[in-house]
């Protein structure tokens, strides 16, 4: 069998083969360069979620696992901005849309950045995840590096438009990350991506919510698979909608 290591490095952000169908299959499938022409033909080509992983990955789940969805550990993070809705009652319509394809841009570079995928686009909010197909066994380390950049190129990026319009409202991202087990695949008849479904994703989901423009909240479970970068981080007791006990959230600041 092939070595991994031969066809390409562990970390690279520029792959020659889909690094999800060598995680999850330990087959080659050429993404770039001279030998991933026949698979175009075939319709085979760079997904949108990673430029690292191929469509097979996206589209033909159960190729790729030999079932329609499977159980995984996870991390997900949410991304949302804020103070998009009173902006989006006193911009015009193209600038509003300028504004959506900065943050989608930015968050995508850095989610790619760390072996995540851009799973969900929600028009002002998306929804990524971090070991599948692509493997990280530091998965919740990786979300954190993404939503630290998420922050920051965003921050950099908004900073530099005319926002009058908004008056003292802040515009910024708030992000909510969430570790644990959840079921990957394929769960419609009528579309063959994948998704990720499950308690870990709702709670992502309500962090996310309740982050404020700049902040970064984690699960507990997720700051535990991240001791390094969580020290020193704030706590907030949260109640969130659908979750039966209070979470003690970590809260990381970025402005």
Not at 39 to 58: Q, W
Not at 81 to 103: A, D
Request: charged share 20%.
């Amino acid at each position: 069998m092939t070595d991994a290591s031969s066809i390409q490095p562990a970390a690279s952000h520029d792959a020659r083969i889909c690094r999800g169908c060598w995680d999850q299959m330990h087959v080659p499938i050429p993404i770039r360069g001279p030998l991933a022409l026949p698979f175009r033909a075939f319709g085979i080509t760079r997904s949108k979620m990673n430029p690292n992983i191929c469509t097979i990955c996206e589209r033909s789940f159960r190729y790729v696992k030999k079932q329609s969805h499977v159980a995984a550990s996870a991390t997900i993070l949410f991304a949302d901005i804020r103070g998009f809705t009173h902006l989006s009652e006193r911009i015009e319509r193209v600038r509003l849309s300028q504004i959506v394809s900065l943050f989608q841009d930015r968050c995508a570079q850095a989610i790619w950045a760390h072996d995540g995928i851009v799973n969900k686009q929600m028009g002002d909010g998306l929804m990524a995840i971090f070991n599948f197909p692509i493997i990280r066994k530091d998965h919740a380390q990786a979300a954190i590096m993404a939503a630290r950049d998420i922050q920051r190129l965003c921050a950099d990026a908004l900073g530099r438009l005319d926002l009058d319009d908004l008056g003292e409202r802040p515009l910024g991202v708030g992000v909510g990350i969430h570790s644990g087990e959840v079921e990957i695949g394929e769960f419609s008849t009528f579309r063959s991506d994948f998704t990720a479904i499950g308690g870990t994703v709702n709670l992502a989901s309500r962090l996310e919510s309740q982050a404020e423009a700049g902040e970064i909240l984690l699960s507990p479970e997720t700051a535990a698979q991240a001791a390094t970068l969580t020290a020193g981080a704030g706590t907030r007791l949260l109640v969130l909608k659908g979750i039966d006990q209070p979470v003690e959230a970590r809260v990381l600041a970025t402005h």
